[in-house]
Nanobody, 115 residues
């Protein structure tokens, strides 16, 4: 069983920055693919960014150039640096861990961007 604990959400003005963190339990974090998803009210959950064990990353078009996903395998933590935030980035952000058939989610952290 893997537990994911997210932190770093909050309220920020448009144009500001936040850094989300997701700490994972377990000793095989380095082999997992990690992702950040978000879900705004009334909308489906969508992929924001992902990073695989080798370090390759993938971003949604709406955040490319503004958000950066990274991981620190020594700390079992994945980060999402969010810059130039827009009101449309407002959502609950979820951390996701995938390794083989194992798929785990964090509890979510609220990000609110005011205009």
């Amino acid at each position: 069983q893997v537990q994911l604990v997210e932190s770093g959400g909050g309220l920020v003005q448009a144009g500001g920055s936040l850094r989300l963190s997701c700490a994972a339990s377990g000793s095989i974090f380095s082999r997992a693919a990690m992702g950040w998803y978000r879900q705004a009210p009334g909308k489906q959950r969508e992929l924001v960014a992902s990073i695989i064990s080798g370090g390759s990353t993938n971003y949604a078009g709406s955040v490319k150039g503004r958000f950066t996903i990274s991981r620190d395998n020594a700390k079992n933590t994945v980060y999402l640096q969010m810059n130039s935030l827009k009101p449309e980035d407002t959502a609950v952000y979820y951390c996701n861990y995938i390794l083989g058939l194992n798929d785990y989610w964090g509890q979510g952290t609220q990000v609110t961007v005011s205009s």
